[in-house]
């Protein structure tokens, strides 16, 4: 059975950049057809979804981060990493990573709180 964990900073200053890491267990993130994406909440409100990487190593991203965000992979590590630049207070929420081969997606994560504060 597959299974992801959420690791990172929980506390992040505003304006700089921070790294949230998803390791997938028992599955290969270069499965055929599967991809694997960053969703957030922030506390009160609903779910937004962030971005994702494909079995192919292909990305895609919601337009409204797209300029300040990026996600890369460890194949070796079955890892997949989420990157955030230039956060602000409203990037404070819990973030989640998922997977699976379409929505909703087979495959969550617990989720790990990022709160971006002075």
């Known amino acids: 059975q597959v299974q992801l964990q959420e690791s990172g900073p929980g506390l992040v200053k505003p304006s700089q950049t921070f790294s949230l890491t998803c390791t997938v267990s028992?599955?290969?993130?270069?499965?055929?057809?599967?991809?694997w994406s960053w969703i957030r909440q922030p506390p009160g409100k609903g779910l937004e979804w962030i971005g994702a990487?494909?079995?192919?190593?292909?990305?895609d991203y919601n337009p409204s981060l797209i300029s300040r965000t990026s996600i890369s992979r460890d194949t070796s590590k079955n890892q997949f990493i989420l990157h955030l630049d230039s956060v602000t207070p409203e990037d404070t929420a819990m973030y989640y990573c998922?997977?699976?081969?379409?929505?909703?997606?087979?495959?969550w994560g617990q989720g790990t709180q990022v709160t971006v504060s002075s």
């Open positions: 028992a599955g290969s993130i270069t499965a055929n057809n599967h991809y």
């Open positions: 990487v494909t079995a192919r190593g292909s990305t």
């Open positions: 998922a997977g699976g081969t379409g929505g909703p997606q087979n495959y």
